[in-house]
C-alpha cells in the first residue's frame, strides 16, 4: 500500500539535497565548535555560515538568529525573558495560538500575575483589528503574540497591520511563523516583528532544529546557563548537522519558491474542486486562507465521523483532524472551538495539507476513500 501524506502542516518530508548535507557534515564535521583548533574552528564556520543563509533569506543580520531546539523552545524563552526581563505586564494574544504560545503565556500568568488580553477571533478564523488596537488604551508594558499563518486553518494575520499597531503603541511584538517560513517572502526590514520563531522540519528540514529571530538591541537572558554558545542564551554544544540542514533546507525552500507555491496553489484549488463534486455541502473552517493548508467541513453523520481518520489511515492516507498533537482525542481542536458554533463542531473537520511532494492522483485518491465511508 502506498501512502498518501497530507499532513505537511504537522511536519514535511525532508529533502533529499538536505539529507546529503546532513550526512557530509556528520562525516567529516565531528570538532566541537567551541574548541579552538581546525577541527573546531571547521565546525563553528559551519554553524556561522549556516545563521548568515538564514537570515539572508530573511533579510536581518546574522546576529539576530539564535539557534534553538525547535519553535516551541524558542517561544518559551522569548516570552518568559520578555516577562521576567524586560518587565512585561501585560501580553496580548488569540486563543487561536499554538500551545506553544498559549500553554507558556498562561504559565506566566499563573507564575508573574501578568495580566493577559485576547484578541476577538470571527467565524471565519480573523482577528478583530479595531478591538485589537482599542486594547491598547493605557500603557502598561505590552508584549503582542499573535501567528503568522495558522497551523490548523491555514488563515493569514495581516502581521504588516499588527506590527504597526505593536509599533505605535510601544509593545512588542513576537510572531509565531512557524507556518509561514519557507512557504512565503518575509523581509524583517520592513516588518515591525521583534521575535520570530520557526522550526526546521516545517520546511522539509530536520527535526530537532529551529530558531528565533531576535531583534537588534533587545537582550534577552539565558534559556540555558552553560557555556558561551549562542552568545551565552542557549548554553550546549550545538548540533552542527541539524544547524546546516536547516540552513540547506530554507535556502532551497526559497530557491523554489516560486513554482512550488504555484503548483500547492494548484493542488489545493484541484482538492477543493473535487470536494465540491463529491460533497456539494460541505464548507472551508477560515477565510483566505494560505496555499498549502485546507481545513474543510464535511457533511458526515455522527457514527461517520468518529471513524473518518481511522478509516483513511486504514488505506495508507494521512490527514488532521484539528492540529497534530490533538489528533486522536476526542476533544475538539481549540482553533475550531473558538470559530464554529456547536452543530458545526459535532460534524469531522479535516485538516488537508499538502506539500510538493503530492499529487493529483493523490488527492483522486483521499475523495474517494472520504466518498466510501
Ligand atoms: N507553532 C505552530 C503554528 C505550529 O504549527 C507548531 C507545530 O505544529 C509549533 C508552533 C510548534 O513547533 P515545534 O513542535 O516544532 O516546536
Known amino acids: 500500500m502506498k501512502n498518501i501524506y497530507l499532513d505537511n502542516a504537522a511536519t514535511t518530508p525532508i529533502r533529499q539535497e538536505v539529507i546529503d548535507e546532513m550526512v557530509k557534515v556528520m562525516q567529516s564535521e565531528y570538532g566541537n565548535p567551541s574548541s579552538t583548533h581546525s577541527i573546531g574552528r571547521s565546525a563553528k564556520a559551519i554553524i556561522e555560515t549556516s545563521r548568515k543563509t538564514i537570515a539572508k533569506q530573511l533579510h536581518c543580520n546574522a546576529q539576530e538568529i539564535v539557534f534553538t531546539s525547535t519553535a516551541t523552545e524558542a517561544t518559551n524563552w522569548i516570552l518568559r525573558s520578555a516577562v521576567k526581563d524586560f518587565g512585561v505586564k501585560r501580553i496580548i494574544t488569540s486563543k487561536i495560538e499554538h500551545h506553544a504560545t498559549l500553554y507558556t503565556v498562561q504559565a506566566l500568568q499563573e507564575e508573574f500575575d501578568i495580566a493577559v488580553e485576547f484578541v476577538n477571533v470571527s467565524h471565519e478564523g480573523t482577528i478583530d483589528y479595531a478591538q485589537f488596537s482599542a486594547l491598547f488604551s493605557n500603557d502598561i508594558k505590552t508584549l503582542v503574540s499573535l501567528m503568522h499563518v495558522n497551523n490548523e486553518t491555514g488563515v493569514i494575520n495581516d502581521i504588516e497591520k499588527i ?101 500547492i496553489t494548484d493542488l489545493k484549488k484541484y482538492c477543493f474542486q473535487k470536494l465540491q463534486q463529491v460533497f456539494p455541502e460541505f464548507s472551508v473552517n477560515g477565510d483566505d486562507t494560505f496555499y498549502n493548508i485546507l481545513n ?26 484539528g492540529s497534530a498533537c490533538q489528533s486522536g482525542s476526542a476533544k475538539p481542536s481549540h482553533v475550531l472551538a473558538e470559530m464554529l458554533n456547536e452543530e458545526e463542531l459535532k460534524k469531522p473537520s479535516l485538516r488537508i495539507s499538502f506539500s510538493h511532494y503530492n499529487t493529483k492522483e493523490e488527492i483522486d485518491c483521499l475523495i474517494s476513500a472520504l466518498n466510501e465511508i
Open 163 to 263: 506590527g504597526i499597531i505593536c509599533h505605535q503603541n510601544k509593545a512588542l511584538f513576537h510572531c509565531d511563523t512557524v507556518q509561514s517560513i519557507g512557504k512565503t517572502e518575509l523581509n524583517l526590514q520592513e516588518l515591525a516583528i521583534d521575535f520570530l520563531v520557526a522550526s526546521a522540519h516545517k520546511f522539509h528540514g530536520p527535526k530537532g532544529a529551529g530558531f528565533a529571530y531576535v531583534r537588534k538591541n533587545l537582550v534577552l537572558q539565558p534559556m540555558i546557563f552553560g557555556g558561551e554558545q549562542e552568545k551565552g542564551w542557549r548554553a550546549g554544544t550545538e548540533s552542527v548537522h541539524q544547524i546546516a540542514g536547516m540552513a540547506k533546507a530554507l535556502e532551497l525552500s526559497f530557491e523554489y519558491l516560486n513554482e512550488e507555491r504555484k503548483y
Open 296 to 321: 474543510v467541513l464535511l457533511p458526515f453523520s455522527p457514527e461517520k465521523t468518529a471513524m473518518i481518520l481511522f478509516n483513511l489511515d486504514m488505506k495508507g492516507i494521512s490527514v488532521s483532524r
